[in-house]
């Protein structure tokens, strides 16, 4: 069963099947054959490096000649502060800040945090404490744009600005129509957000997925 795929520049694939693969023009490399439990794949700029993660993985491997080696413990490898419940989502920006996201103790609330290369923390998005609005009680997936953090927060859309300003949460049926939920989120382009939309046929049990994208305004420099 392949776990995750990950796409990089000029087609080239990445996913994890008993191992790590490289789909390149046809050839499928394979890396670490039976050696990491990890899920997902988070490629640094460049992709000459990638983050392993999932299953309390958090390991940094170098990419050469499309094959993945030297793969070693990271900073939030194992459970490692701030997430003791567990990390599950990572996205790495251009500029090299990786955005972890996880529950801060077991059974938790989540939490977005961006650490700079050396693993220090940058800024936290989220409050721990179940009982504040900004808590992410159900982190489905997130995405990180020029100006703006969005998660998927169970039936919702959260919104901080980068800065950690909290902007507030928008229905997901409201926003989408037609009953339809969040499923994935994407960063297309700056500050546009692209958003899977699914709604499960009661009948014919199947899903139905539309395609959205959402425009963010430049925010306003005070």
């Known amino acids: 069963m392949i776990l995750s795929v ?3 520049v000029d087609g080239v694939v990445y996913y994890i ?3 790590v693969h490289t789909l390149k023009n046809g050839n499928d490399i394979v890396s670490y054959e039976g050696k990491t439990t990890a899920t997902k794949i988070a490629l640094t700029p460049g992709e000459h490096q990638a ?5 309390d993985n958090f390991t940094k491997s170098d990419i050469k000649d499309d094959a993945f080696e030297n793969n070693t ?3 939030l490898h194992n459970r490692r502060a701030p997430f003791k419940g567990g990390l599950t989502l990572v996205q790495i920006t251009n500029d090299g800040t990786i955005y972890g996201g996880g529950r ?11 650490f700079n290369k050396n693993g220090g923390v940058v800024k936290t998005y989220g409050q721990p404490t179940a009982t504040s609005k900004s808590s992410i ?3 489905v997936d997130m995405a990180v744009l020029k100006d703006y953090v969005c998660v998927i927060d169970g039936f919702n859309l959260k919104v901080w600005q980068k800065n950690g300003t909290y902007l507030g949460a928008l229905n997901c049926s409201k926003l989408l129509g037609n009953n339809l939920n969040a499923g994935k989120l994407a960063t297309v382009k700056d500050n546009t957000l692209g958003i899977l939309g699914y709604l499960r046929n009661s009948e014919t049990k199947l899903v139905d997925i539309t395609l959205f994208n959402l425009v963010f305004p430049q925010p306003v420099k005070k």
């Open 137 to 139: 009680t159900n982190l």
């Open 6 to 8: 990950t796409l990089g």
């Open 17 to 19: 099947r008993n191992g």
């Open 73 to 75: 413990p990271s900073f």
């Open 104 to 114: 801060v103790v077991p059974n938790g609330t989540n939490i977005v945090v961006g």
């Open 51 to 55: 983050y392993l993660y999932g299953n």
